[in-house]
């Protein structure tokens, strides 16, 4: 079946530090990827989403591309604020379904 | 637009009774819903598809009898939670796809329901 491997975290940065989240897949055909990101208290909302190989996903300052030749699409940001702490989710896409990484707890200090 | 809504956001029942979740689609009409369930500090896990006007098909070692959903309108599917047990507290989860089978529709999440069995 279809499987997630997320970097384990917790995560923790400084303020504009460079974020980076690995994400690894396997999955029948071809996927669509997503990354999933749920605040404090809040829901799940997608942040980035690429459908296609070489497709670049990019949202808020987070950017991640779809690997196929690695079965990769890893999170990365460049400068992370406060307001990114987050749990991040990595989630491709096959036969309509969603199948969810761990989950990655970023937490970003001052 | 594109919100999903969930009532209750959090309920307490005693063992053994029953508890029925809601899930709408605000803005949208959803052909297909989806119930989840997280366990602390754990993925998502999904529990079951809902299809309007059929059975929902739900994934392997999932008890159909246990966790009954109905999705009787393109704005509403129903989780219920029958005879809920200790083991069954959990945070449960629904999302939502606008349209379309493709992978590539993105499902819109509710904000989760917190159910305690005492």
């Known amino acids: 079946g279809d499987s997630v491997t997320q970097m384990e975290g917790p995560v923790t940065l400084s303020e504009e530090a460079f974020l980076t989240i690995n994400c690894t897949y396997t999955a029948t055909g071809y996927p669509s990827l997503f990354w999933y990101v749920q605040y404090p208290g809040e829901g799940l909302q997608l942040l980035l989403k690429?459908?296609?190989?070489?497709d670049k996903g990019s949202n808020k300052g987070f950017e991640a591309t779809y690997r196929k030749e690695t079965t990769s699409f890893h999170l990365e940001k460049g400068s992370v604020q406060v307001s990114d702490s987050a749990v991040y989710f990595c989630?491709?896409?096959?036969?309509?379904?969603?199948?969810f990484g761990a989950g990655t707890t970023v937490t970003v200090r001052a | 637009g594109a919100v999903v809504s969930q009532h209750p956001s959090w309920v307490i029942c005693k063992s053994g009774t029953s508890v029925k979740i809601e899930c709408r689609s605000l803005d949208f009409q959803a052909t297909t819903m989806f119930w989840y369930r997280q366990f602390p500090k754990q993925s998502l896990m999904l529990m079951a598809t809902s299809n309007e006007g059929s059975k929902a098909t739900y994934e392997q070692g999932v008890e159909k009898d246990k966790f009954l959903i109905n999705h009787a309108s393109l704005t509403l599917s129903t989780l219920t939670v029958t005879s809920a047990h200790p083991e069954d507290s959990s945070f449960y989860i629904c999302?939502?796809?606008?349209?379309?089978?493709?992978?590539?529709?993105?499902?819109?999440f509710g904000p989760g329901t917190r159910l305690t069995v005492t």
């Open positions: 989630a491709p896409s096959a036969r309509g379904k969603l199948s």
């Open positions: 999302s939502a796809r606008d349209r379309g089978t493709g992978d590539y529709y993105e499902q819109y």
């Open positions: 690429a459908t296609k190989a070489d």
